[in-house]
């Protein structure tokens, strides 16, 4: 398999885009290396929370009152879920049933 001239990638990527990709680089040299894709211990979390409670991702952001965008970009590993939500998250992840709780709320 021909190696991937990374640079050159890069700059028709960012040019394709409009615009500059800063992690681009570095996510090219990771799967060029094997890398692979990381999973975060919140990642895992959150996905393990909502999957606990059988609902789909809309109703369960609907029930820890947060946008179902957010709750995909946790899942996704985009960005970390605050503090505070983290705790929630692992509660629910012991006692799925307390989510029927924050429905009632």
Excluded: Y
């Excluded at 990709?21 to 692979?36: K, N």
């Excluded at 959150?46 to 609907?62: D, H, I, P």
């Amino acid at each position: 398999m021909k190696k991937l001239d990374i640079e050159k990638a890069v700059k028709a990527i960012e040019l394709d885009a409009g615009m500059p990709l800063p992690d681009l680089q570095q996510a090219l040299q990771e799967a060029q290396a094997g890398m692979g894709r990381v999973t975060t211990p919140e990642q895992i979390l959150v996905r393990q929370a909502r999957s606990r409670t059988g609902l789909s991702q809309q109703a369960f952001a609907e029930r820890i009152a947060t946008p179902v965008a957010t709750l995909r970009d946790w899942e996704q590993g985009r960005f970390a879920p605050p503090g505070g939500v983290l705790c929630l998250l692992r509660l629910i992840s012991r006692h799925p049933e307390l989510t029927q709780e924050l429905a009632a709320v």
